[in-house]
């Protein structure tokens, strides 16, 4: 079945340092979506991306979809405090399969103030 | 607009027992998907309901089992629970969902969850 494989794992910055987080299915997307968890809360939309080779910006938020659409990457430029959270990505693979959305295992971004 | 509502918050069984959960979506969504979190397998996808049909199933045994009714609201449950179903489950839910094949392709809007304790 897909696969999608989330990295890092975890991610400590310092506050105003920048963090990446990237995105990698085992198959060919037909878009990727990425969610913020604070923590003890619930996913929750930031966006979704569906174009080959697409970058959309959210204010410090950077997204990018490969031109293969089988890769991902957020980018988060002077991190705050209120950046804290688990990122993850969710693959759709509309193309066949049941699998439903499958999501990354997320990457847990830690700020030291 | 309310948000997507799922009772209980907390749950807590012991093996064997079987549990009901529930959850409301936003008001005008036809599609719920459930989700199931823990720390080592995170967000896994266990099924999705569209007009009162599930479209789409997770890789989870049978004892997992949902049902949408008429007004969109839907059930899932699981039977003869185990320690390892401990978990946050989480429902979505969407406008349409995604494609006949996936949900998806359409904002999914999550629940708070149920925290539930097999002991």
């Known amino acids: 079945g897909q696969q999608v494989m989330q990295i890092p794992q975890y991610q400590h910055v310092q506050e105003g340092e920048d963090f990446t987080t990237y995105c990698n299915s085992s198959?060919?997307?037909?878009?990727i979506q990425w969610y913020k968890q604070r923590p003890g809360g619930h996913p929750v939309f930031l966006i979704q991306?569906?174009?080959?080779?697409e970058v959309k910006k959210q204010k410090r938020l950077t997204f990018q979809f490969g031109e293969a659409k089988k890769n991902s990457s957020l980018h988060i430029t002077a991190t705050q405090t209120t950046d804290v959270g688990t990122y993850f990505c969710?693959?759709?693979?509309?193309?066949?399969?049941?699998?439903?959305?499958?999501f990354g295992k997320g990457t847990h971004l830690i700020i030291q103030p | 607009k309310a948000g997507v509502t799922q009772t209980p918050r907390y749950l807590i069984k012991t093996r064997g027992q079987q549990v009901t959960l529930s959850c409301s979506p936003i008001?005008?969504?036809?599609?719920v998907s459930w989700y199931q979190q823990t720390p080592g397998q995170g967000l896994q996808f266990l099924f999705e309901y569209f007009s009162e049909t599930q479209r789409n199933k997770g890789n989870f045994p049978g004892r997992f089992s949902g049902r949408q009714f008429s007004n969109s609201r839907s059930e899932m449950n699981v039977s003869t629970l185990e320690l390892g179903d401990s978990a946050l489950y989480l429902c979505?839910?969407?406008?349409?969902?995604?494609?006949?094949?996936?949900?998806?392709?359409?904002?999914?809007?999550f629940g708070p969850g149920t925290r539930l304790t097999v002991l």
């Open positions: 198959t060919t997307l037909s878009n």
């Open positions: 008001s005008g969504h036809r599609s």
């Open positions: 991306l569906v174009k080959s080779g």
């Open positions: 969710a693959g759709d693979n509309s193309g066949g399969g049941a699998d439903g959305l499958t």
């Open positions: 979505a839910s969407s406008l349409w969902g995604g494609t006949s094949r996936s949900p998806g392709t359409d904002t999914q809007y």
